[in-house]
């Protein structure tokens, strides 16, 4: 195993803003907090979840493994302060990933899981013991009846995931949309490890088309606003805007010239002049803006994505060959 470098040799980066710092962590190392009424979101400052307390149990929402025993902890946290029950009857997952949904299996077989048919069919296939598949389906949408609370599944298509949903919950001013939007931060790598770029980059729209004031986006230290959803369109569309404008102004020729026949060589210093020369300015617009923005792997990564995804699925390619 390789030792992690010395302190001195760590990079240095920009300082957060305050916009994106998170809640203060309790000595077990998470933060519950009240949404609205009885909805409340848990936190260890880089995952998120939430649950909603009914008369007939708890509706946990995911549960990601790095938050964990805590999700307990916090239902039961609530459960004391506000007197009711704290035991977990559904688990809705709001996509397959092991990230957001791998201490499922710390709730016993008696809770209802409840995911997107396609979410089902991807823990089959991936076999793993900590994510029991849901055994309540659905394809287009389903609303969850609990306790006389009501909560709205949707599926809009396919974004970070072919399974990612939308999760409203009507009664509680509150929309929650996972891997799409980190409030106060730049995605991490390939627009947050997201399978489906146009999909991705539509999602924020059908997010602001729903009535919330309050984001659970699934990562970070804070619930996420609508201003937040609009500065992460802005930052997306910079880069969108910044890839065409490389695109067309960086000559492919001489790559290919200078290294031909190794066509494969060609290729690489091509896309990554393209990609460097499109991610430049948008990191030094978003920095000090975007916790995170000046590691620059983070937006050259999600630049190269959608800047492949332009020349792709949108044939910003040139042209055609006469």
């Known amino acids: 195993m390789t030792s992690p470098a010395p302190a001195g040799d760590w990079p240095d980066y920009a300082p957060i803003p305050a916009s994106a710092l998170g809640a203060t962590l309790n000595d077990q190392g998470y933060y519950v907090g009240r949404v609205e009424r009885n909805l409340y979101w848990v936190t ?13 149990g708890v509706v946990l929402f995911d549960a990601p493994p790095s938050i ?18 704290n035991t977990v009857t559904h688990l809705v997952y709001s996509h397959h990933h092991a990230d957001h949904s791998g201490a499922a299996s710390l709730f016993d077989g008696n809770v209802v ?11 089959l296939r991936d076999g793993d013991p900590a994510r029991p598949a849901p055994e309540v389906t659905f394809g287009d949408s389903y609303t969850l009846e609990v ?24 009664d509680h001013d509150t929309l929650m949309l996972i891997d799409v939007v980190n409030a106060g931060w730049v995605p991490i790598y ?58 067309d102004s960086v000559d492919p020729v ?50 190269f994505l959608i800047m492949q995804s332009l020349r792709l699925d949108r044939g910003h390619l040139g042209p055609v060959h006469p």
């Open 190 to 247: 390939n627009l947050n490890l997201s399978e489906d770029v146009i999909g991705y980059m539509e999602a924020p729209d059908t997010a602001l088309s729903y009535p919330w004031t309050h984001l659970i986006s699934g990562h970070l230290g804070r619930l996420a606003t609508r201003d937040d959803v609009l500065v992460h369109q802005q930052y997306i569309a910079d880069i969108e805007a910044s890839s065409r404008q490389a695109l």
């Open 68 to 85: 964990g025993g805590n999700l307990q902890r916090a239902v039961d946290e609530i459960a004391v302060a506000e007197g009711v029950s």
């Open 113 to 123: 899981r409840i995911g997107h048919e396609e979410t089902r069919r991807l823990m």
């Open 44 to 56: 260890d400052n880089v995952y998120q979840s939430a649950f909603l307390t009914t008369p007939d």
């Open 254 to 303: 001489p790559f290919y010239t200078h290294y031909w026949p190794n066509v494969w060589a060609g290729v690489k210093a091509h896309l990554d002049t393209v990609t460097e020369r499109a991610a430049a300015p948008v990191i030094a617009k978003y920095t000090g803006v975007l916790a995170a923005a000046d590691i620059e792997a983070f937006t050259t990564t999600t630049t």
């Open 147 to 170: 306790g006389g609370e009501r909560v709205e599944l949707a599926w809009h298509g396919s974004n970070h995931t072919p399974d990612n949903i939308y999760i409203h919950f009507p």
